[in-house]
């Protein structure tokens, strides 16, 4: 008995069995040949941080723990909840929102007045 002869194998299709972009080739005449002029680019204006804050740590009525207390932001209350999110990661510690106060856990007086700098507050004053 000889060699068997190996089958042939088919050629590859030379496109997908079901192009969906097929009938779009056709199109291509019709778009145009340079891009459209874009309109001026709107500036990006950043927003400037609130002018002054206030960091200071306190004690008293919190049953001998220690929290940092940030004031006079002037933020709204929606941005107060951003702030302090971000600053809560940044720090890794809790703390919440009293009335127009972040509070955080822990005492950050150290670490706080670069983080607000780089949110953009112009003048921090630590007490």
Do not use: I, Y
């Not at 008995?1 to 199109?27: C, I, Q, R």
């Not at 919190?62 to 932001?73: D, F, I, P």
């Not at 929102?97 to 822990?106: I, K």
């Amino acid at each position: 008995m000889g060699k068997k002869d190996k089958k042939a194998e088919p050629a590859a299709p030379a496109a997908p069995f079901h192009n969906p972009f097929a009938a779009l080739s056709g199109k291509r005449e019709e778009l145009p040949s340079k891009p459209l002029p874009e309109a001026a680019p709107a500036k990006a204006e950043e927003r400037k941080g609130p002018a002054r804050a206030v960091v200071r740590m306190e004690r008293k009525g919190r049953g001998g723990k220690e929290v940092t207390v940030v004031e006079q932001l002037g933020l709204r209350p929606a941005e107060l909840e951003v702030w302090l999110k971000a600053l809560k990661g940044s720090l890794g510690c809790g703390g919440a929102v009293e009335e127009e106060a972040l509070v955080l856990q822990g005492d950050h007086r150290d670490r706080l007045p670069a983080l607000l700098e780089a949110r953009g507050v112009r003048r921090v004053t630590v007490g």
